[in-house]
């Protein structure tokens, strides 16, 4: 870290408490950085899209990213996925963006434990507001009692529990896709720092190599964000299966054509 | 299960979170809360990361909403919605394309085979036309033959006579020529000779010697 | 003792991790046109796991050691 640290003081210049964790000003300037360079792409990669076939690389990645989150929805959460998709899109966006800018820069957003926590309960909460949207707020509620037990003792005596239990993971569940997130960043941060301090004698920076397995984390840890929140959303919202068949067809259909997009390119 | 319906259902929230202005606004009161947060309650935070060894700072949770608040529906509106668009519409262009292409080659098989057709009608056409011309040429040709033949034909027996008649006509000449020298001839030996009658007879004998001679 | 402690727990993740990856694999060797939803079970436990052994060594051994 600290090699990097000498290298690019005017970025760490917004880090309040050195060392330890950057301060609310710090992780501001990150996350605009951030958004301007997702912008920037997206505004590049806006300019190749009325063409009949995308010859844009940028835009290529963004298609492939778009069909991939798109299959990911409609299969996890069913014929009715299709609307998350841009909510999905911009936090894979927004997460591999700051994990890429942790791999480069001395901070990044998702290396902070405050915004994961934010991104964490927006992502907890959109999924509460599409369960109240969906089954009403009683259904939602009933949603966390559990099945119904049929007994009326058993219920008074079990069902109280298993919705203590449901709340309970549902609060849990914000501490785990934050702090998962940013164990996974700033844990790649300290074994960088670690092993960069194993070859300090030598002037060797060790923790550089890590670089790899780094980018592997980033991709999956906003995979795995994304994910879990498309899990957590159909599981509040599975209803009428039957569709589901139907939709698959036409999205097999969809990445047929994409493939044979893909032939005529080449 | 219409989506409508759900949406009429929870009437202030919808309110709230589908206008932008009111959500921008939020969003960036939400950013100034935070920081504000960040600032006076810096010391509570502190002790709860140096309890828990996690630093956490609920000023940036409150900020991060703010931040989320307005980038959802601008990078939906700016990308993710042009993109599906486009997306959609390339592939239904690219559908209407192979159909197309798909007649185009059902178009250009049947006139394809419908050139060959014509191809082997023309060729039956023209090696129809060339005997017939063929034919034509050698009646042509038959018809001039004969008709030379018979021209050569009357040629010869016109020169067959006129030599004839020329031959008669020398052959008189010369008749009467070797009859004057016979004259004269004679007229010599009557000089000498007398006898006529005997002389006379020797003439002619001596002429249709000559005419046997010939 | 607080490196031990670790290390222990970190092996039974490991453990949980390997058996989940082991399972993973072998389905999708029997099953190869089911491996997308394998991989996303797959990485929905891995990642349930992982937040225990992140658990562990951020918060608990945080909150030990000081």
């Known amino acids: 870290m600290e090699f990097l640290a000498g290298n690019l003081a005017p970025f760490i210049a917004s880090a309040e408490k050195g060392e330890e964790h950057v301060g609310f000003v710090g992780i501001l300037t990150y996350a605009i950085f951030v958004l301007i360079v997702i912008f920037c792409l997206m505004a590049y990669a806006k300019k190749g899209m009325n063409l009949r076939v995308f010859k844009n690389p940028i835009l290529n990645c963004f298609e492939q990213l778009y069909l991939f989150i798109e299959k990911m929805c409609v299969g996890t959460i069913g014929s009715h996925g299709r609307k998350y998709v841009s909510i999905l899109m911009t936090f894979w966006m927004v997460i591999f963006a700051s994990n890429v800018c942790s791999l480069f820069f001395p901070a990044a957003p998702t290396a902070d434990v405050g915004f994961n926590l934010g991104m964490a309960l927006i992502a907890i909460g959109y999924v509460q507001y599409e369960g109240i949207k969906t089954n009403g707020f009683f259904g939602h509620l009933r949603h966390f009692g559990g099945p119904n037990l049929g007994n009326v003792l058993l219920a008074i005596l079990i069902n109280p529990l298993i919705f203590l239990i449901e709340i309970v993971s549902e609060v849990l569940k914000n501490v785990s896709l934050s702090l998962r997130l940013y164990g996974n960043i700033e844990g790649g941060h300290l074994a960088a720092s670690a092993m960069n301090k194993l070859g300090e004698g030598i002037y060797v920076p060790f923790g550089a190599f890590l670089i790899p397995i780094k980018l592997l984390t980033c991709v999956v840890q906003a995979l795995i964000f994304t994910l879990l929140l498309s899990v957590y959303i159909s599981l509040v919202t599975h209803h009428d299966e039957p569709e589901v068949d139907h939709e698959s067809a036409d999205e097999k259909e969809r990445w047929e054509s994409g493939k044979i997009a893909e032939a005529m390119i080449h | 299960m219409s989506e409508s319906h759900h949406e009429t259902k929870s009437g202030p929230f919808e309110l709230i979170f589908n206008n932008l202005p009111v959500r921008t606004v939020l969003g960036l009161v939400l950013m100034f809360g935070g920081s504000y947060v960040s600032k006076n309650y810096q010391e509570v935070f502190e002790q709860i990361s140096h309890q828990y060894g996690v630093p956490v700072d609920l000023g940036k949770t409150v900020a991060t909403f703010g931040v989320f608040l307005i980038i959802f529906p601008l990078v939906n509106i700016f990308f993710i919605k042009p993109l599906a668009d486009a997306i959609g519409e390339r592939n239904s262009t690219l559908e209407q394309t192979f159909g197309e292409a798909e007649d185009l080659k059902v178009q250009m098989q049947k006139m394809r085979s419908e050139y060959e057709a014509r191809l082997v009608e023309t060729e039956a056409d023209a090696r129809q036309k060339i005997e017939a011309q063929i034919k034509e040429a050698q009646a042509l040709r038959q018809t001039l033959m004969s008709e030379a033949a018979q021209r050569a034909d009357e040629l010869v027996a016109r020169a067959t006579q006129e030599i004839e008649a020329e031959r008669n006509r020398v052959l008189t000449s010369i008749r009467t020529q070797v009859v004057d020298l016979a004259l004269s001839a004679a007229e010599k030996v009557i000089a000498e000779n007398m006898n006529t009658e005997r002389n006379r007879k020797l003439v002619e004998d001596f002429i249709s010697q000559v005419e046997v001679a010939r | ?66």
């Open chain 3, 1 to 66: 003792m607080n490196a031990i402690g670790i290390g222990i727990a970190v092996l039974g993740i490991a453990i949980g991790l390997g058996l989940i990856g082991f399972s993973a694999m072998q389905g999708m060797s029997r099953q190869p046109e089911a491996i997308g939803k394998m991989q996303t079970a797959m990485l929905i436990g891995m990642a349930f796991i992982e937040v225990v052994m992140l658990l562990l060594t951020f918060v608990i051994l945080g909150s030990v050691t000081k």
